[in-house]
């Protein structure tokens, strides 16, 4: 699934484009929403959650949708040829000026704009939302500390503790804590992980390249996630990769055994 940063993004491309205009065209290509024509409302504003979407609309009506894995917004002029085929466009948003569709989107859902929170009431702090508080960092932390045997690789991708973390970002945190992602949550400083969860995801939430080095350097920008080919920036060992979960939750995890030892 997309980090909480690329939803961030989509979402504030679909707010720049979209937000304050009045809908010429309003397509929801569903079987369950195909009827509901939106063009005639003015989209009220976009709001993200963690990886889920809401684009709200005057009349108190919200668009739910997620990304998962392979979902996109695409946002461009009228009129340009689509980058994706037809039969994968699942909604159409258009006013004269700009168009944007969702490609293979998911959990499409129309709800109440005040009924949004039935739809992610269950998830944790979301970590790039602007009014976070010491109060939201405290909650996660009390989430992540609440099963201390759990993997923290595993728990940091648990959007109930706190939305927004990936794959990518959970081995980059785990390997900025110096821990193995087997480790067990009780081994870990809780509030560490927490502060940098959400440091690097605020760090990348407008950045076409993630980054969570600071080099500047192609190939250089991660320092564990992807980055078999290479040695460890911090060591020059080797960076190696296993799957970490269970069932459909099995994710691969990327770590240094040098700088994170497995205990």
Same mark, same amino acid.
């Given at each position: 699934?997309?980090?909480?940063?690329?939803?961030? %993004?989509?979402?504030?491309?679909?707010?720049?484009?979209? !937000?304050?205009?009045?809908?010429?065209?309003? @397509?929801? $290509?569903?079987?369950?929403?195909?009827?509901?024509?939106? !063009?005639?409302?003015?989209?009220?504003? *976009?709001?993200?959650?963690?990886?889920?979407?809401?684009?709200?609309?005057? +009349?108190?009506?919200?668009?739910?949708?997620?990304?998962?894995?392979?979902?996109?917004?695409?946002?461009?002029?009228?009129?340009?040829?689509?980058?994706?085929?037809?039969? %994968? /466009?699942?909604?159409?948003?258009?006013?004269?000026?700009?168009?944007?569709?969702? /490609?293979?989107?998911?959990?499409?859902?129309?709800?109440?704009?005040?009924? @949004?929170?039935?739809?992610?009431?269950?998830?944790?702090?979301?970590?790039?939302?602007?009014?976070?508080?010491?109060?939201? &960092?405290?909650? !996660?932390?009390?989430?992540?500390?609440?099963?201390?045997?759990?993997?923290?690789?595993?728990?940091?991708?648990?959007?109930?503790?706190?939305?927004?973390? +990936?794959?990518?970002?959970?081995? @980059?945190?785990?390997?900025?804590?110096?821990?193995?992602?087997?480790?067990?949550?009780?081994?870990?400083?809780?509030?560490? &992980?927490?502060?940098?969860?959400?440091?690097?995801?605020?760090?990348? !939430?407008?950045?076409?390249?993630?980054?969570?080095?600071?080099?500047?350097?192609?190939?250089? @920008?991660?320092? *564990?996630?992807?980055?078999?080919?290479? +040695?460890?920036?911090?060591?020059?060992?080797?960076?190696? /990769?296993?799957?970490?979960?269970?069932?459909?939750?099995? $994710?691969?995890?990327?770590?240094?055994? /040098?700088?994170?030892?497995?205990?």
């Amino acid at each position: 699934m997309p980090e909480g940063d690329t939803v961030f %993004q989509a979402g504030h491309r679909l707010r720049q484009a979209l !937000a304050g205009h009045t809908l010429t065209r309003g @397509e929801l $290509r569903h079987p369950r929403l195909s009827t509901i024509d939106l !063009a005639g409302r003015t989209v009220q504003g *976009v709001r993200t959650v963690g990886k889920h979407i809401f684009v709200q609309f005057s +009349g108190d009506v919200s668009l739910h949708n997620h990304l998962r894995m392979d979902g996109s917004w695409h946002v461009h002029r009228p009129g340009t040829r689509w980058r994706a085929p037809g039969h %994968q /466009v699942r909604v159409i948003l258009a006013h004269p000026s700009a168009e944007a569709i969702g /490609v293979r989107l998911h959990d499409m859902e129309l709800v109440a704009t005040d009924k @949004e929170s039935r739809l992610v009431g269950h998830l944790g702090p979301d970590l790039l939302d602007p009014s976070w508080t010491d109060e939201d &960092a405290e909650r !996660a932390q009390r989430a992540l500390a609440a099963d201390p045997a759990r993997e923290i690789g595993v728990a940091l991708l648990d959007q109930r503790v706190m939305a927004g973390v +990936g794959n990518v970002y959970k081995a @980059e945190v785990c390997f900025l804590l110096g821990v193995s992602p087997w480790t067990p949550v009780s081994g870990v400083d809780t509030a560490r &992980a927490v502060e940098l969860s959400r440091d690097l995801l605020r760090r990348n !939430a407008m950045n076409p390249r993630r980054n969570t080095t600071g080099s500047t350097m192609r190939g250089r @920008e991660l320092w *564990v996630y992807e980055q078999t080919r290479r +040695g460890c920036l911090k060591c020059g060992g080797r960076i190696r /990769v296993a799957d970490q979960g269970a069932g459909l939750d099995v $994710r691969k995890t990327w770590y240094c055994p /040098v700088c994170q030892p497995r205990t």
